[in-house]
């Protein structure tokens, strides 16, 4: 084997040039990296979310259908309580009595009510009527006598 370089001689230090454009394309190599690195970890969370999403929608939709026929049962249960039917077979309960041909007004006019309740030739809207104007007699002194102030 040949020497090319005596073993005698000590080799003077070699001083590399720094390339700044390999810095330059590491760099950017690094961020490009990180860039689609985090990308992907933004996709990731937002499938993750979306699947999360998508299991609560899903249940909330089976509370929403769970509500709806529970709201269809209360509703038949209202209708089963409020029949007449049932109201007439309460009614005869407590002691109530159908009502008599006698009692019905078709016209609409309000029946005679007893002697002790009103006086002679009065019903029940002359008197609430009389009650009115008695009101509006106590109020009126007092608008009046708010209005002869002087300013």
Partial sequence: MVRRVPSKYRNTPVAREVDKAALIRLAMLLVSGLALAGGFVYAGRQHF???????ETENLRKVRDELAEEQRRFLLEREAVISPARLERAARQLGLQPMQPAQIDPLGRLAKSTPESTPP??????????????????????????RNKPI
Avoid: D, F, H, V
């Avoid at 979310?49 to 299991?55: C, H």
């Avoid at 019903?123 to 009389?130: E, L």
């Fill in 121 to 146: 030739g009065q019903n029940q809207w002359s008197r609430s009527r009389a009650a009115n104007a008695r009101t509006k007699s106590m109020r009126s002194p007092k608008i009046e006598m708010n």
């Fill in 49 to 55: 979310a979306a699947l999360r999403y998508g299991y």
